[in-house]
């Protein structure tokens, strides 16, 4: 049995509670494959498009035929590019909003009309200006790009199992960045230390992965994005800049003792 999320984010949980643990987010019509109901049918366990799995309750997600969803997935698509945005009524920004979108969510079109495009919803249809979307991601290798897209984020709250612009957790903002370039990470920061190039400390450039062991444990808990040789950019609090170097007035002491690695996923520095 398959859906599609039908809100800007969904909650995943490890339980069908909502006091249960929050590990990640679903978006606007992401697809995901319903692995089962709770006896009350209130709650689905699913499997995200990252093969991440958990409880999402029954009001969020619209299940749907396998004739439909390929119908839908024939429809042409265009990505928000704006951090958080809105879906409109009507063809103006005074319409009612309708829904909200978070950067990266994929929107099929039906039609579009001047500055206008015309979506399709869950739940009806919507209109949003063309110029907060993107036809297409391309896969792009440039540190660069992905040192300004971490940093466009900068101030964003930390929120446990969070990976949109209304709250990231650690590994949360890395998938989200990463993927914003085209390419595909594991959604934790144990798993995304198994991809890539493992580099040492003084090899560090922009663009390579971070990560330390909480206390000197012996499994990764959080993860970073380098800026340079000495600067990262990572959600603790909220997504902010810290540093390796002592002299600086961002430095930080427990995390520079709890680094377990670096990672490069570009194999191709500039």
């Known amino acids: ?29 992401e697809f995901v494959e319903v692995l089962k109901k709770d006896s009350n049918h209130k709650w689905l366990k699913v499997r995200l498009s990252d093969n991440y799995e958990g409880w999402i309750y029954h009001s969020q997600v619209k299940i749907l035929p396998d004739a439909e969803i390929k119908e839908i ?25 309708v829904c909200e979108v978070v950067i990266g969510t994929k929107l099929p079109v039906i039609s579009k009309n001047g500055d206008w495009v015309k979506i399709l919803l869950p739940f009806g249809e919507g209109f949003i200006l063309s110029k907060r979307l993107k ?67 003084n090899e560090i450039k922009q663009g390579d992965l971070v990560f330390f062991a909480e206390n000197n444990s012996s499994q990764v808990s959080h ?14 609090g909220w997504v902010k ?6 002299n600086k007035s961002n430095f930080a002491p427990d995390l520079n003792d709890w680094f377990a690695g670096a990672k490069r996923i570009f194999e191709s520095q500039e």
């Open 241 to 246: 800049i810290n540093s390796f170097d002592k």
């Open 135 to 201: 036809s297409k991601i391309s896969a792009d290798s440039s540190q660069q790009k992905v040192c300004a897209l971490a940093k466009s984020f900068l101030g964003t709250p930390y929120v446990w199992g969070g990976k949109s612009p209304k709250g990231f957790d650690c590994s949360g903002l890395v998938q989200k960045v990463f993927n914003l370039v085209g390419t595909n990470l594991p959604r934790d920061s144990k798993d995304q230390f198994l991809v890539g190039t493992e580099i040492d400390k």
């Open 73 to 97: 997935q024939s429809l042409p698509t265009q990505i928000v590019w704006k951090t958080v945005t809105r879906i409109q009524s009507e063809e103006s920004l005074n319409s009612d909003p």
């Open 223 to 236: 993860v970073g994005i380098a800026l340079n040789k000495t600067d990262f950019i990572h959600s603790s």
């Open 1 to 29: 049995m398959k859906g599609i999320i039908q809100v800007s984010t969904a909650d995943v949980f490890k339980e069908a509670t909502f006091r249960a643990e929050k590990v990640t987010e679903g978006v606007l019509w």
